[in-house]
């Protein structure tokens, strides 16, 4: 019977404090997979040996050759290696049956550890090759959390992430170094203040949030703490051109079928003035919104809508999607309010990029569009808003229809 990849996870200790039946098992492979450190853990392994790069599929495939070949290999990783490591990355390309895992504690386990800190309700994230902005979002809306990070996204680019996102300079938190070494080193401090010390490559990131400010939802900027905003204002409240502007009631609408939650991502294509993603974002400050518009026109009318009703949680651009968005975070909640012959394309974006359980919603104004959309989303639900407003003629009131828009909403999964 061949025998499974076995995966081992390492400590700083190295291979000190293995078992010897483990160590001989790793010497004795046929084939060792590691990292530069891992790999000189075992200088006396003679067989193949093969460093981890950024590239996992190489990997996987050299894996399944010494699978079919009946060969013995190893695998190298840190920790536990189905913890943001190089076991859950192969499970992707490898059955379950074809791994052998055994773990060593976790870099968070012993972050918290040194830190003598409880973790169970602790978000445990990763900063290694991912956008920051899933990082800001899963901090958000915890009382803690625990971040590893990489020569690229240190502690100090993630306080300043942290602190654009609203969270307090006086946040406390800390950087675990070297964790399990002879060198390891915990620095307390605050998110302010960071950027005031240099710190080792490999590290762990803790920031603890106010409690008042997790309960009651609540941003800062510029000083002022901001509370979650009930959305509804006017059509006149915004800078537009010719009208082009959701208005209120179909915004109202169309901003309940999204159902923004506390840390969601949602994008809004075809922005225009901001009317939706404005009061998005205000209306569910710990949530984080991208706006984009190609028009630059409309730009300035968003710049200046920004303006009158701030939203720190609010990150806009000038750009032709689905080219210009390709590197933003994937949404739990996409809008679609204009797409100038794209819609096809953008509606099979949201489809793919979409959270499981994310929603879907479409402003519609043509048949055209609306068969095509359906076409594309058969189970999607579709209502049609026809709105008439009461306009005083003489002494009496009449009622003026607004033009009729269909709403499309749609969740992945559903």
């Not at 950027?195 to 000083?223: C, I, K, M, P």
């Not at 923004?260 to 991502?265: C, M």
């Not at 359980?357 to 479409?362: A, T």
Request: aromatic letters at 6%; a negative charge.
């Amino acid at each position: 019977m061949t025998q499974p990849i076995l995966i081992v996870g390492l400590s700083a200790a190295g291979a000190n404090g293995l078992p010897s039946a483990l160590v001989e098992r790793i010497v004795s492979a046929d084939l060792l997979v590691g990292g530069q450190r891992q790999l000189g853990y075992f200088p006396e392994f003679a067989g193949e040996t093969m460093p981890v790069t950024t590239e996992v599929e190489p990997i996987a495939a050299r894996l399944q050759q010494t699978l079919n070949a009946g060969e013995r290999a190893v695998v190298l990783a840190s920790g536990d290696p189905l913890c943001y490591g190089l076991g859950a990355s192969l499970r992707r390309y490898l059955p379950a049956e074809a791994l052998e895992i055994i773990p060593a504690p976790t870099a968070f386990q012993l972050a918290f550890a040194a830190l003598v800190e409880p973790w169970a309700e602790a978000a445990l994230l990763s900063a290694h090759a991912r956008p920051l902005d899933d990082v800001v979002a899963g901090v958000l809306d915890v009382p803690k959390a625990a971040i590893l990070t990489d020569s690229h996204h240190t502690p100090g680019l993630i306080a300043q992430t942290l602190l654009q996102a609203g969270l307090s300079p006086q946040s406390a938190c800390a950087i675990c170094e070297n964790l399990g070494g002879s060198d390891q080193r915990i620095v307390r401090t605050t998110l302010g203040e960071v950027d005031r010390e240099r710190y080792a490559a490999l590290n762990v990131f803790v920031v603890w949030r106010d409690q008042t400010e997790t309960n009651s939802s609540v941003q800062s900027v510029a000083g002022q703490r901001l509370a979650p905003v009930p959305p509804g204002l006017p059509v006149e409240a915004f800078s537009t051109s010719a009208g082009q502007i959701t208005k209120r009631e179909v915004r109202l609408l169309s901003l309940a079928e999204l159902a923004l939650r506390p840390g969601d991502v949602m994008w809004d294509i075809g922005a225009g003035s901001g009317s939706i993603s404005i009061e998005a974002a205000r209306a569910q400050p710990l949530a984080i919104v991208y706006a984009i518009d190609k028009r630059a026109g409309m730009i300035v009318h968003l710049a200046e809508n920004v303006r009158r009703f701030p939203a720190p949680n609010l990150k806009w651009f000038e750009g032709l999607a689905p080219d210009a968005i390709a590197d933003w975070p994937a949404p739990d909640a996409v809008f679609i309010g204009g797409s100038s012959g794209r819609l096809g394309t953008l509606i099979e974006l949201a489809r793919q990029r979409l959270r499981p359980d994310g929603r879907l919603v479409i402003n519609l104004a043509t048949l055209e569009n609306l068969h095509l959309a359906r076409s594309q989303l058969p189970e999607a639900q579709i209502i049609q808003v026809q709105i008439s407003r009461g306009i005083p003629i003489m002494d009496m009131l009449r009622f003026e229809a607004q033009n009729p828009v269909f709403i499309l909403s749609w969740q992945k999964g559903a």
